[in-house]
């Protein structure tokens, strides 16, 4: 697969999350989730967002700057918190040590992408050697990997907001 094709794969992903995100939201009233697949489905995106990152870095050579380490830092125990959370039904587990790492990888991925539209808001947090104000992939004129990363945290954080206490 080129990099050209994995860039549009990974940013149709990312939309996809933002839709998934809003259904959510929007059904959340109406009916929420159950906890079993809120917990597997968050799981997944944890999976499928360390799976991307790190094709981006092993298959495609692309070096992560400080703010993607802090990122990936983040994400990459969602996997293991969520999935075993997912396997015993702990939903308050998974809220408890899920929430906090998708938060912060959150603020950190918004903060990222803000520095891609505004750089006057580095704060002496990149690094010269992979400048954190260079976005590597810049799709549909918005999207790059720390949206994607952002994407990734929200629909986290969204599906163990909304699932149901009880199942």
């Given at each position: 697969m080129s990099y050209q094709t994995y860039t549009h794969f990974t940013a149709i992903l990312a939309l996809t999350a933002n839709v998934a995100t809003l259904a959510l939201v929007v059904s959340w009233r109406r009916s929420r989730v159950a906890p079993s697949p809120?917990?597997?489905?968050?799981?997944?995106?944890?999976?499928?967002?360390?799976?991307?990152?790190?094709?981006?870095?092993?298959?495609?050579?692309?070096?992560?700057?400080?703010?993607?380490?802090?990122?990936?830092?983040?994400?990459?125990?969602?996997?293991?918190?969520?999935?075993?959370?997912?396997?015993?039904?702990?939903?308050?587990?998974?809220?408890?040590?899920?929430?906090?790492l998708a938060a912060a990888g959150g603020l950190v991925a918004g903060y990222h992408y803000l520095l891609?539209?505004?750089p006057s808001l580095e704060a002496g947090t990149c690094s010269f050697s992979v400048p954190c104000l260079v976005p590597y992939v810049w799709r549909y004129g918005f999207l790059s990997i720390p949206y994607m990363a952002l994407s990734g945290f929200v629909l986290i954080i969204v599906a163990l907001v909304t699932a149901r206490e009880d199942s």
């Open positions: 809120a917990m597997w489905g968050a799981a997944g995106v944890a999976g499928v967002a360390t799976v991307g990152s790190l094709i981006y870095s092993l298959g495609f050579d692309l070096q992560p700057c400080d703010l993607c380490w802090y990122q990936r830092i983040a994400m990459y125990p969602l996997v293991l918190i969520l999935g075993v959370a997912a396997f015993r039904g702990d939903l308050a587990g998974a809220r408890r040590y899920g929430l906090p891609h539209h505004f």
